[in-house]
């Protein structure tokens, strides 16, 4: 869903990669949007689901109120997703949970 750490998520050839591989469905983009669709390829759409992620730790201020604040815009954008009866896709970066871990084990895309 969300790769290429510390690098970049998407490459010229990441659509194609997606449909060739046959997954049901992609969480590429970071959007509102919780109905899932298929964004179109060309003249015609893919066969693969995009789905946006809805929202990302990284977009709490870090703070003493981290916590409370994610937990609370958690829930605001699940309650979004249940009022336009779509689906809710969260993004939790495992730097905020164990940064040591993370560091000692992080895996560099290939060419970087």
Request: glycine share 10%.
């Given at each position: ?54 929202f990302a730790d990284l977009d ?18 699940f309650e979004q997703a249940a ?30």
């Open positions: 869903m969300h790769g290429g750490e510390p690098g970049g998520n998407l490459s010229p050839n990441t659509r194609a990669a997606i449909e060739a591989a046959r997954f049901a469905y992609e969480t590429m983009y970071h959007n509102s949007y919780f109905h899932p669709l298929h964004l179109p390829a060309g003249m015609k759409p893919m066969r693969t689901l995009s789905i946006g992620q809805h709490v201020k870090p703070g003493p109120d981290f916590q409370r604040e994610l937990e609370r815009l958690l829930v605001d954008r009022a336009a009866g779509g689906v809710f896709v969260p993004v939790l970066h495992p730097l905020y949970f164990d940064l040591v871990h993370y560091l000692s084990n992080m895996k560099w895309p290939r060419g970087a």
